[in-house]
């Protein structure tokens, strides 16, 4: 249900982004689907490369800005129909997307908080055991254990 919830929430964030470039602007603009991805793309780089969480993001709000300038100057210097802009640079974004997080997918669930410093350098993997709920159980397990049985 929450993933229902989070996810809803962020393709809300892209059509409120189609919504207002097709409406408001009348530019009708697909380049959000692009540089959305291109955002996500830099920000997860970013936290796994050892980046604090708040600033990949705030890069990867600048990567999705120069992918709107990018479709703006297509379509004003290349004198391209809008539609026909943005497609072009989604198209090119999901290349740019590969070549940015240099595999197809980064995993950011293995990510321990601790070494979100630049001092670190990148993401440590994190066992099942650095959790709280798991660890404390096998403690008690292992003192349980430990205890003569009467």
Not at 4 to 19: R, S, W
Not at 83 to 88: D, V
Not at 99 to 104: E, P, S, V
Not at 108 to 132: A, E, N, Q, T
């Amino acid at each position: 249900m929450i993933t229902a919830i989070d996810l809803g929430l962020i393709f809300g964030l892209m059509a409120l982004g189609v919504y207002l470039t097709f409406r408001v602007l009348d530019f009708a603009d697909l380049t959000i689907d692009g540089s959305f991805t291109s955002g996500a793309a830099t920000a997860a780089t970013l936290i796994v490369a050892g980046w604090q969480p708040l600033t990949a993001t705030l890069a990867g709000t600048a990567v999705g800005l120069v992918a709107g300038l990018v479709t703006g100057l297509l379509n004003t210097w290349g004198k391209i129909h809008p539609l026909l802009a943005g497609i072009l640079t989604q198209i090119a974004l999901y290349s740019i997307n590969l070549r940015i997080m240099g595999k197809a997918n980064v995993p950011l669930l293995r990510c321990w908080p601790s070494s979100w410093s630049r001092s670190s350098g990148s993401c440590r993997p994190m066992s099942v055991w650095h959790c709280g709920p798991p660890a404390t159980m096998r403690a008690w397990h292992v003192r349980r254990a430990s205890t003569p049985m009467r």
